[in-house]
């Protein structure tokens, strides 16, 4: 057996021997952020079938998928202030300062639902957010969601991060993972964003916290498929 394939199965059997445990965090894959939706992200369809193939060919100790699930009158939504502007900001009754968007994954609604090819599996963990660009904490970081629960009670180590826009809600859900002291990885071709001058700085931000960029076949872990 030649160095490099000596190399090659050192590597796997490094993989698969580690004690760490990794989670997938799909982000909002929703038809309102694709081509044709009402908050659409260019090319955020793309995003789908490396999903698909990462669900394939690499092992995960779980699943996670985050859905914006927002109700009609939501406070983000342009067309429920007067006056406002889309992508204007506007300060709140509360003192807060919210970005505004056109409306967009309202509950029940098709725009809410996850892309029809995105394949999604009873065993996935639906984490369903209401005023949050995070998958962990509202905007004020003043109420919890359930996934920082969810992926301790699985003994989860490691989270791969990806989805829509990885300027928005990719990048606050990877901030929070850092801090609630995951190894913290984003998957930069499972992930689109409003524009590259924003992506570009969102992701010198992610790396100076500490979050590594990798591409999917950066992530080295053998499928249950391919050890039976």
Known sequence: MNLVVLLGVTLLLLAHLSSAKRALIIVDVQNDFLPGGSLAVSEADKVVPVF?????????????????WHVEKHVSFVNNHEGAEVFSTVKLEDGTEQRMWPAHCVQNTKGAEFHPDLIVEETDEKNQT???????FDNNKASQTELHEKLQEENITEVYIGGVALDVCVMSTCVHAVELGYKTYVIEDASKGLSKESVDA???????????????????????????
């Not at 669900?55 to 998928?65: G, S």
């Not at 209401?130 to 962990?136: A, E, P, T």
């Not at 590594?212 to 872990?221: E, G, Q």
């Open 52 to 68: 698909n193939k990462l669900r394939k060919e690499a092992h995960w100790d779980k699943i996670f998928q985050t859905q914006d």
């Open 130 to 136: 209401v005023d949050s660009y995070s998958g962990f």
């Open 202 to 228: 969102a992701l010198a931000k992610l790396v100076s916290l500490g979050v590594t960029v990798v591409n999917s076949s950066d992530i080295i872990m053998p499928s249950n498929k391919d050890e039976l």
